[in-house]
């Protein structure tokens, strides 16, 4: 089930950056949310699992609903304005390397000499994907690779808050609450005038909205909160590794966008990082 999931999650790159053409971000994120949470209650219906929020869920259901929203709109913007594929690479790679790092802060996990080495080897990974031998402020905002780090550390930080809240709320239930948390907060932050122009888009948005919505964040996203409280959040960053490759492929396929020797080289080495980290 996690593979499908981050397989889906690697086709959504590039359905997002069609999704980017039709609107911006603080225009869609909330309608994502309303999606996924569409989504959440047929499988709720479906597990016949029942709506509770302990008391005690509330404070890590929060903090992940606001850095979700944040995730989101780093994932629309950053798709909008430079390559999916990229993105793809960049997020699913250097997001369970900063988890590794944070776990070891709040869990009190030891570095073991092998996660010295893939933390070594993921800084060595993400230079070669920023392309930092061509670095400079306009080029990293241009590229969309700024937008990808932050959606990295925002990632990492919602798998801690997960895995935190993992003894107080079922999986599922903790994805229900985030979604409409997430929705209603989002609305707050990013209010638009031009809410209701979704309706007005055509087939082709509606095909690639659903997919990033329904599929990718609904389905996917809470196959990824149930393993990561059944496994630990650096267990479950790892299965991450399959989103580079399906994000690669499909970007090339969908979107006809080139396939750099950069971010090969530099996937590679941070997935071999991930590796080393978790195992």
Aim: glycine share 8%; charged share 10%; proline share 4%.
């Amino acid at each position: 089930i996690m593979i499908m999931a981050m397989i889906s999650w690697g086709i959504s790159w590039p359905a997002a950056k069609i999704v980017g053409q039709y609107a911006k971000p603080e225009s869609l994120i909330a309608w994502r949310f309303l999606f996924g949470l569409i989504s959440m209650i047929f499988v709720m219906m479906f597990l016949k699992i029942p709506i509770t929020l302990p008391g005690k869920a509330l404070k890590y259901v929060l903090s992940a609903s606001l850095l979700i929203i944040f995730y989101n709109y780093n994932y629309l913007k950053g798709t909008q304005i430079g390559m999916s594929g990229l993105g793809g690479v960049i997020v699913p790679t250097v997001s369970p390397i900063i988890t590794f790092v944070l776990s070891a802060l709040f869990f009190k996990n030891k570095f073991k000499k092998k996660g010295v080495y893939g933390l070594f080897l993921g800084l060595c990974g993400s230079g070669i994907l920023i392309r930092v031998w061509e670095m400079n402020v306009n080029a990293i905002i241009g590229s969309g690779s700024v937008y990808f780090f932050l959606g990295a550390i925002l990632w990492a930080l919602i798998t801690i808050f997960t895995q935190k809240s993992n003894n107080t709320l079922n999986p599922i239930n903790f994805s229900f609450w985030v979604y409409g948390f997430g929705s209603v907060l989002a609305l707050i932050l990013f209010p638009s005038e031009n809410f209701y122009n979704i309706f007005s888009f055509e087939l082709k948005f509606w095909i690639n909205f659903l997919l990033i919505s329904s599929i990718a964040l609904g389905l996917g996203t809470t196959a990824y909160f149930y393993t990561t409280m059944k496994l630990g959040s650096s267990k479950a960053s790892s299965f991450m590794f399959f989103v580079p490759f399906s994000s690669i492929l499909s970007s090339s396929i969908i979107i006809g966008e080139p396939v750099l020797m950069s971010t090969i080289i530099g996937g590679s080495l941070t997935i071999f990082a991930v590796y080393l980290i978790n195992y």
